[in-house]
């Protein structure tokens, strides 16, 4: 797998799983599971890697997944009792990072309790944006445009607070272009922020680029 890149387990390639998967391996090394054929060979051009196996089982998952994930995004909310191993087994396995996808309130209250660290409600979030935030930590919110292009909200990377948007660079190092500012404790908006605004580290960066280049900022 290549340097510089997270690796991210996707387990369960329905639809959401498997859009979710294509989305990620645009920016990430993915390892997509699913214990039906037809769906990892739907998956095999899209992904860096796609196998059939039974995450049930915590040997054969254990072979193919290590602590060395840094994510792993478990997409099988159709049942519980598959949800619950498979996470459990995460866990055992010692992946430092788990999100799992919950059928209910009920479902999602179980996954927490054994060790998930973030619930995902399809119902509630689109696969294409949980994607982006995991790209990204530091994204708070996006809004396609066209093509390529959105228009992001960015919660500023350690790399960015004490520092002017002079000295910061975005436009010449990411290629993209910062509309406005939010400022922290319900200051308001900065409005097209001259490059002397120097970033707080309660701020929100909107900003306006090429997707790819947005969910590189501060990474």
Do not use: W
């Amino acid at each position: 797998m290549k340097k510089n890149r997270k690796q991210i387990c996707v387990i369960g390639l329905g639809q959401f799983g498997a859009e979710l998967a294509s989305d990620l391996a645009k920016h990430s090394d993915v390892l997509a599971i699913d214990s039906s054929e037809e769906r990892v060979n739907a998956m095999s051009d899209t992904v860096q890697r796609a196998m059939m196996l039974d995450a049930r089982d915590f040997s054969a998952l254990r072979s193919v997944v290590t602590a060395d994930f840094d994510e792993a995004i478990v997409s099988l909310g159709e049942t519980l009792e598959a949800s619950v191993l498979c996470t459990l087994h995460l866990k055992k396995i010692g992946v430092g990072n788990i999100r799992c996808k919950a059928l209910n309130e009920d479902h999602a209250e179980i996954l927490e309790a054994i060790g998930a660290n973030e619930i995902i409600f399809p119902e509630r979030e689109t696969a294409r944006r949980v994607a982006a935030h995991i790209i990204n930590p530091n994204l708070l919110d996006f809004v396609p445009i066209e093509e390529d292009y959105r228009v992001m909200e960015v919660s500023p990377p350690e790399s960015f607070i004490g520092r002017t948007l002079m000295e910061l660079n975005v436009r010449g190092r990411f290629g993209i272009f910062v509309m406005a500012v939010k400022r922290e404790n319900g200051g308001g908006f900065v409005f097209l922020p001259g490059p002397d605004y120097r970033v707080s580290g309660g701020d929100s960066l909107v900003m306006i680029g090429k997707e790819k280049d947005l969910l590189n900022v501060g990474n």
